[in-house]
């Protein structure tokens, strides 16, 4: 009885790894072969409905996934090719930006409160991730009245190795119902340098880190679900942004929750002190974790 329970085990596990493994990796006779399988669009899986007479306590906050920290290199990685290593592997910032090109992803916003007279269109972001400015000699050009051309200008772009940071919004809330803690993400920005300072070095860069823009996150997930994340564990089995944010799989820390104070962030209140700040986001995620505990000690 047990041996044939071990086989059945053991079919179910094989199964699962040709499902999700990287399909035809090693039958393919031109690399166009490889996941041909896995081409098919994947549905990100349903959050389900939630009444708001189920919601007994939430709060909303703001938070910072900070690109340097090595926890958070998928969110960061592939850089060359602005993002693009192969149609397996980008950035989730080219992911993003790609599915806003292609009309995927149309929820974008200039603020994290998606208030309707701030959405932003593609062109929208034309100014903020590209700049010209006349080159030295298209100066010359221009003041001795010569035709400048486009050849005269030093373009600036922002593109995926800019990227430093992404700010997310979530809402954790108790469900009574189902008698936990829950957390829902909201919208995810790209921060980076503005792009006025990419031409005054990196200084200049790392004080001027600006949300390029919002985008709302559900509207984003069919597209981060269709989108693989490198498995530093095992390469067979790419896992999805969608799924990786969900499952909230990075290090961040809390810059601002919602407050009577105009939702004003920690380093308005804390100043110039980098450990107090600290202290304080720690403080803040320690009243979110407590409340659940707090809920079966009374």
């Known amino acids: ?17 040709a499902i999700w493994s990287q399909a035809n990796l090693l039958n393919a ?21 939630t009444d708001d007479r189920d919601i007994l306590w939430s709060k909303t906050v703001w938070e910072i996934i900070d690109l340097d920290e090595r926890i958070n290199f998928p969110y960061y990685y592939p ?21 806003i090109a292609n009309g995927n992803i149309t929820e974008i916003y200039s603020t994290s409160y998606f208030n309707p007279n701030e959405k932003l269109t593609f062109q929208d972001l034309g100014e903020k991730l590209q ?6 000699e298209g100066i010359s050009k221009s003041n001795a009245g010569e035709q400048v051309t486009d050849d005269d200008y030093d373009i600036f772009q922002i593109e995926s190795d800019k990227v430093m940071q992404y700010r997310i919004k979530g809402t954790w809330y ?15 920005a790209p921060v980076a340098p503005d792009v006025s300072t990419l031409s005054q070095g990196p200084q200049a860069m790392q004080d001027a880190l600006v949300p390029l823009f919002w985008v709302w996150f559900p509207d984003a997930r069919e597209a981060l ?11 067979s089995q790419p896992i999805t942004f969608d799924h990786m944010l969900n ?12 407050n009577v104070y ?31 505990q707090d809920m079966w000690n009374n």
């Open 174 to 188: 108790f469900n009574k119902r189902l008698g936990e803690l829950k957390y829902r993400l909201l919208g995810i």
């Open 247 to 258: 499952s909230r799989r990075f290090n961040s820390i809390i810059y601002k929750e919602e």
């Open 29 to 49: 006779r031109v690399p166009q072969e490889v996941g041909m399988e896995m081409a098919e669009n994947s549905t990100p899986i349903a959050y389900g409905y």
């Open 79 to 99: 850089t060359i090719n602005n993002g693009l290593l192969s149609e397996n592997r980008k950035s989730l910032f080219r992911v993003l930006y790609d599915n």
């Open 262 to 292: 105009e939702d004003r962030e920690v380093k308005d209140y804390i100043y110039e002190d980098a450990l107090r700040q600290l202290l304080e986001s720690e403080k803040i995620k320690s009243v979110i974790r407590d409340f659940e």
């Open 225 to 235: 679900a269709n989108s693989k994340v490198f498995n530093t564990k095992n390469s």
């Open 131 to 136: 700049m010209k400015n006349l080159s030295a």
């Open 1 to 17: 009885m047990k041996k044939g329970f071990y086989i059945l085990l053991l079919v179910i596990l094989l199964q699962s790894n």
